[in-house]
Nanobody, 122 residues
Framework: VQLQASGGGSVQAGGSLRLSCAASGRTFSRYNMGWFRQAPGKEREFVAAINWSGGSTRYADSVKGRFTISRDSAKNSAYLQMNSLRSEDTAVYYC????????????????WGQGTQVTVSS
């Protein structure tokens, strides 16, 4: 499956952005989807994940209550709604697909999008 992330941009602290991840292929509904991010000089970190049915989600503690992951299998897309953004949310955000069990670990994901930049100014 091929993934294309979009929706990044520059926003002031407290603002919102919605990231989208468009997937190619007819088996999107079989994949768990995850969002990760990488800030300059830091390792890639888990943000959120949703299982293939949309019935189970996982969030990093740092984004709980602010970010919401969702998916629309009819549109072959996953989304990350980001509210109450903080300067520490600044990073390149990546979407990823995993054919196994929903995971918070990057190594579990088989397919990755190209990343979209999110910049939050204080």
């Amino acid at each position: 499956v091929q993934l294309q992330a979009s929706g990044g941009g520059s926003v002031q602290a407290g603002g919102s952005l919605r990231l989208s991840c468009a997937a190619s292929g007819r088996t999107f509904s079989r994949y768990n989807m995850g969002w990760f991010r990488q800030a300059p000089g830091k390792e890639r970190e888990f943000v959120a994940a949703i299982n293939w049915s949309g019935g189970s989600t996982r969030y990093a503690d740092s984004v709980k209550g602010r970010f919401t992951i969702s998916r629309d299998s009819a549109k072959n897309s996953a989304y990350l709604q980001m509210n109450s953004l903080r300067s520490e949310d600044t990073a390149v955000y990546y979407c990823a697909a995993d054919h196994g069990t929903i995971s918070v670990y990057a190594l579990a994901y088989d397919y990755w999008g190209q990343g979209t930049q999110v910049t939050v100014s204080s």
